[in-house]
């Protein structure tokens, strides 16, 4: 997998998963939503790298793509622990997404992918 060296502060790689948000939408529309069990899987990689511990296992990464549950507890993890750990990275001012993200990650999960993949997206900037 290729990775993105990042050497300001001696800062773990992050894996290189840019993907545009409009095109996460487009892929899990016409997957009928399997894109988003492949999404979750780099997702996780990514948002791990980026927190330099596991917040999201493997196994609830899969998972969340087929079991409801999961994937609100995917998107609250998501938006509660990793995403700050991107703000940091990035500059930006820290917000917490977690409510919305579980709203969207119960009604419209591929909403949610992505706002997650455009803040994700800042990294490689």
């Not at 990689?45 to 409801?68: D, R, W, Y």
């Amino acid at each position: 997998m290729e990775q993105l060296p990042d050497n300001r502060n001696n800062q773990t790689p992050i894996p290189l998963f840019k993907v545009d948000p409009i095109m996460v939408l487009v892929f899990g529309l016409l997957s009928c939503g399997l894109y988003l069990i492949y999404w979750n899987i780099k997702m996780a990689e990514v948002l791990n790298a980026v927190a330099e511990k596991e917040i999201i296992s493997q196994p609830i990464a899969i998972f969340a793509g087929c079991c409801m549950p999961v994937n609100v507890y995917f998107y609250y993890l998501a938006g509660k622990e990793a995403l700050p750990k991107v703000y940091a990275r990035t500059g930006e001012p820290q917000k917490d997404q977690s409510t919305l993200l579980i709203i969207l990650g119960f009604l419209f999960p591929v909403v949610a992918a992505m706002i997650v993949q455009g803040d994700v997206n800042k990294l490689y900037n």
